[in-house]
């Protein structure tokens, strides 16, 4: 299982001022401690500086409970208060509701959130569906996934979780597989992944990912490879060792 000690060294990673993720209190991550617990980063602390009295473990039922009704800002409050397993911990993360959701319709083991330059240029763009919108080159589709979810702009809190919610059930109906990349319009992203290695290598594959994309743009525009590419990448042997071994490290 994850510890503490990767969660805080791939928060710092993702911290990284130069990898343009995040800045101040931007973003945050959070591992699978059991059925209904996470560790997750405290709210208002800074990726890059964080310690261990910044990570929070909370119960993932009493933030849960929140979806079943249309609760008021107080209540939320008290919902993210009450959740704490350490009452005397710090208050989690504001987007702890949506790691909660995340872990109970997906088989994530690490979730990782940032706000990333790259990906919020295009997911701020007119056209944020470019972002989910084919597979550029082989490694995309390793790390990322044969396909993405795309979820538009939601007020954040209770009901971005909902969207997310239905985005993901109806991404894993369509695809037979959990996403490993969610892009939230004018937000950001949130990485699925089995470890934090995996978590941070996947973060940096969607920002290139992105990047490539927008390079493409003003050189004619994205050339997309085909489905059956895609596929054939999807399904080889030596592309499937590469990918267990990112999600086991
Ligand atoms: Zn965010």
């Given at each position: 299982?994850?510890?503490?000690?990767?969660?805080?060294?791939?928060?710092?990673?993702?911290?990284?001022?130069?990898?343009?993720?995040?800045?101040?209190?931007?973003?945050?991550?959070?591992?699978?401690?059991?059925s209904?617990a996470?560790?997750?980063k405290?709210?208002?602390?800074?990726?890059?500086?964080?310690?261990?009295?910044?990570?929070?473990?909370v119960?993932?039922?009493?933030?849960?409970?929140?979806?079943d009704?249309?609760?008021?800002d107080?209540?939320?409050?008290?919902?993210?208060?009450?959740?704490?397993?350490?009452?005397?911990?710090r208050?989690?993360?504001?987007?702890?509701?949506l790691?909660?959701i995340?872990?109970?319709?997906?088989?994530?083991?690490?979730?990782?959130?940032?706000?990333?330059?790259?990906?919020?240029?295009?997911?701020?763009s007119?056209?944020?569906?470019?972002?989910?919108?084919?597979?550029?080159?082989?490694?995309?589709?390793?790390?990322?996934?044969?396909?993405?979810?795309?979820?538009?702009?939601?007020?954040?809190?209770?009901?971005?979780?909902?969207?997310?919610?239905?985005?993901?059930r109806?991404?894993?109906?369509e695809?037979?597989?959990?996403?490993?990349?969610?892009?939230?319009?004018?937000?950001?992203?949130?990485?699925?992944?089995?470890?934090?290695?995996?978590?941070?290598?996947t973060?940096?594959?969607a920002?290139?990912?992105?990047?490539?994309?927008?390079?493409?743009?003003?050189?004619g525009?994205?050339?997309?490879?085909?489905?059956?590419?895609?596929?054939?990448?999807?399904?080889?042997?030596?592309?499937?060792?590469?990918?267990?071994?990112l999600?086991?490290?």
């Open positions: 299982m994850t510890t503490n000690a990767e969660l805080l060294e791939l928060c710092h990673h993702l911290g990284e001022p130069s990898l343009e993720l995040a800045i101040a209190a931007e973003g945050n991550a959070s591992y699978r401690v059991d209904d996470m560790a997750i405290a709210s208002g602390s800074s990726l890059l500086t964080m310690q261990d009295e910044d990570i929070v473990e119960r993932l039922s009493t933030l849960l409970a929140l979806l009704a249309e609760p008021t107080d209540q939320v409050h008290a919902a993210y208060q009450s959740s704490k397993i350490d009452p005397d911990a208050k989690p993360s504001v987007e702890a509701i790691h909660a995340l872990y109970a319709t997906t088989h994530a083991s690490v979730i990782a959130h940032t706000h990333p330059v790259a990906i919020n240029a295009i997911g701020c007119t056209h944020p569906e470019l972002l989910v919108s084919g597979s550029l080159f082989p490694d995309a589709i390793v790390m990322l996934g044969s396909a993405q979810l795309l979820i538009p702009y939601t007020d954040p809190g209770v009901p971005l979780a909902r969207a997310v919610e239905k985005g993901v109806t991404f894993q109906q695809n037979g597989f959990d996403p490993s990349v969610i892009y939230l319009a004018n937000h950001g992203v949130f990485v699925l992944a089995q470890s934090t290695t995996q978590a941070m290598q973060t940096l594959m920002v290139k990912n992105a990047e490539v994309l927008l390079r493409s743009l003003v050189n525009g994205p050339a997309f490879l085909s489905d059956e590419q895609v596929r054939r990448i999807d399904t080889r042997p030596d592309e499937l060792y590469r990918r267990s071994i999600s086991t490290e």
